[in-house]
């Protein structure tokens, strides 16, 4: 008997995925948790495309003419403003998340690019400590590891209140990677499945931040940078009362940003893209006349030097990678896929980050997958990345005419669609319009 082929037609609304979703749900009565970030699509930087120079624009020559990529920050209220290299960062990825293998390689990588990399929750370690020359320390709700010593001990302070996979919830950690080692930098009991706080527990609003960056300055003795760590929401909100409570650094995350652990329906269903969110908080910093001396760190999908470009066009000072820093390290790499298939996934495809069972050795404390990592060719790997990233920015900057990336501004890029082209304020390219705003024709 032939199969009617209309029978066999997709619904937009029940797909196959939807479908294997809600009879999972109906099986086990439990929201999905999972690592990773987004798996929809969402606008992006891909939206975008620079307008080289021309006839009207005079380019760099590559060869002969300097483009340079430093930029300070902290240069607010600290005593001691870092200055990167490169301006891409590592984002903070706890060690918990990570094994320390891939702590190590990152600061490695970093140290070697002049660049920062970033604790993450649950405190600080000797290893990631000694092979990172900048290394930024994280303040979460959780408060896991923190202590006054290691916070003089770091370079830069990062307070923590929204993270752009889960903006408005707490991370977690499951017990399968809470080892003795972990446990006791948490103060937690080894093996048991960990929640951090959604919020932290000594202040509830903005005049409240103001006092505990006034606290973590004089631990300090205003040396540090101060960073204030926010997922994109309300961002034209956040970014105004992140600076009246005296930050030095706003970071950014858009919804594109991964996590170790959370609920999947948090990640592909809260927050704002990175796109609209970066543009939001220039507008703000501007309208506060705090541009540039307030700096930007945009972070949450950031996969390539094109990305880089184009955040630092729309007015970010720097940007922050992490699931890309992962992939560097050979997430996802296909490589030891029989350990792929007994999670039930394949290379391409993983999001087990939270499971501690990573078959490439990166999101795991499994001493016997760790060693799938060895940290000296993770940091060549992650070394070999960023050089790359940093050499595409330069590329497209010299193609603009700009002598530091820092540079590069709005009008150098035009919009494919009319989404992009209304999120990030640029004309719709073959155009002057702009949509949502009056007709510049």
């Known amino acids: 008997m032939s199969v009617d082929p209309r029978s066999l037609r997709p619904s937009a609304t029940f797909s196959e995925t939807t479908i294997a979703e809600i009879q999972r749900a109906a099986r086990e009565g439990l929201y999905e948790i999972r690592g990773f ?10 939206d975008l495309v620079f307008l080289g120079a021309s006839v009207s624009r005079y380019p760099l020559e590559g060869y002969r003419e300097r483009c340079d990529t430093n930029v300070m920050l902290g240069t607010r209220f600290a005593k001691k403003p870092i200055e990167l290299k490169i301006p891409i960062t590592i984002a903070g990825m706890s060690f918990g998340a990570l094994g320390a293998n891939a702590k190590t390689a990152l600061g490695t990588a970093a140290a070697e690019m002049g660049t920062s990399t970033t604790t993450g929750d649950g405190g ?10 900048l290394l930024v320390y994280q303040v979460l709700p959780s408060r896991y590891g923190l202590n006054p010593d290691d916070l003089r001990r770091a370079d830069a302070i990062e307070v923590v209140i929204g993270q752009g996979a889960k903006p408005g ?11 003795e080692r972990i446990a006791g930098m948490r103060t937690l009991p080894e093996g048991i499945d960990q929640r951090s706080a959604a919020r932290h527990p000594d202040w509830t609003g903005p005049d409240d931040l103001e006092i505990k960056i006034q ?17 994109a929401t309300r961002t034209q909100f956040d ?43 220039v507008q703000a910093l501007q309208e506060l006349d705090m541009h540039r001396k307030v700096q930007l760190i945009v972070s949450g999908g950031i ?66 997958l760790e060693k799938r990592l060895d940290p000296e060719l993770g940091a060549r790997r992650m070394r070999n990345y960023l050089a790359t990233m940093v050499l595409e920015t330069q590329t497209l900057a010299r193609a603009c005419g700009k002598s530091h990336v820092l540079n590069l501004e709005p009008e150098d890029m035009v919009a494919l669609t009319v989404e992009a082209a209304a999120m990030a304020q640029v004309p719709l390219a073959g155009t002057n319009w702009i949509p949502g705003m009056q007709d510049r024709g």
């Open 37 to 46: 970030g987004g798996k929809r699509n969402l606008p992006s930087f891909d």
């Open 124 to 133: 600080m370690t000797n290893e990631e400590r000694e092979a990172s020359k």
């Open 169 to 179: 919830g707490g991370g977690m950690l499951l017990g399968l990677k809470i080892t």
């Open 215 to 231: 606290e973590l300055r004089e631990i300090t003795n205003w040396e540090k940078p101060i960073y204030v760590k926010i997922g």
């Open 239 to 281: 970014v105004p009362l992140a600076v009246k409570a005296g930050a030095d650094v706003i970071v950014l995350d858009g919804m594109q940003g991964g996590t170790a652990a959370t609920q999947d329906v948090f990640i592909e269903h809260v927050g704002i893209p990175t796109l609209p969110a970066v543009r939001m908080a």
């Open 303 to 368: 996969r390539s030097g094109a990305d880089v470009a184009k955040a630092l066009a729309l007015g970010a000072d720097a940007v922050s990678i992490g699931t890309a820093a992962m992939i560097a390290l050979n997430c996802n790499a296909p490589i030891y896929e029989e350990s792929y298939a007994e999670l039930g996934t394949a290379p391409g495809f993983c999001h087990h980050c939270h499971t501690g069972r990573c078959p490439v050795g990166v999101t795991t404390q499994d001493p016997e």
